[in-house]
């Protein structure tokens, strides 16, 4: 069963880090990119971050260029995304998301369309 598990969610402070963990069952993550992808109440899930299969690029919202990054360890079948300088803006749920199995590695983007498996979210909250 194919399977992506977010973990490493929680409740910070402004100006605080998180480190969320996005591993993969059931199948290998080598030739997906992944993205992460935020859904505050009563907004439209958005894209925060994608990586390529290999991890040789990387993609940002504008609204978190510079405090998060995202990284992976294709063997630990495990993607990161390091959020640091929280802001309250950045509450939300938190997903991964795999696209589908690619031979030929491209540029990854942040369109929720272009990914097929989803984990269930991890909530973030930023709040004093």
């Known amino acids: 069963q194919l399977q992506l598990v977010e973990s490493g969610g929680g409740l910070v402070q402004p100006g605080g880090s998180l480190r969320l963990s996005c591993a993969a069952s059931?199948?290998?993550?080598?030739?997906?990119?992944i993205g992460w992808f935020r859904q505050a109440p009563g907004k439209e899930r958005e894209g925060v971050s994608c990586i390529s299969s290999s991890g040789g690029s990387t993609n940002y919202a504008d609204s978190v260029k510079g405090r998060f990054t995202i990284s992976r360890d294709n063997a630990k079948n495990t993607v990161y995304l390091q959020m640091n300088s929280l802001k309250p803006e950045d509450t939300a749920v938190y997903y991964c998301?795999?696209?589908?199995?690619?031979?030929?590695?491209?540029?990854?983007?942040?369109?929720?369309?272009?990914?097929?498996?989803w984990g269930q979210g991890t909530q973030v909250t930023v709040s004093s």
């Open positions: 059931g199948f290998t993550l080598d030739y997906h990119a």
């Open positions: 998301a795999a696209d589908p199995p690619r031979i030929v590695e491209t540029m990854c983007v942040m369109t929720p369309s272009e990914y097929d498996y």
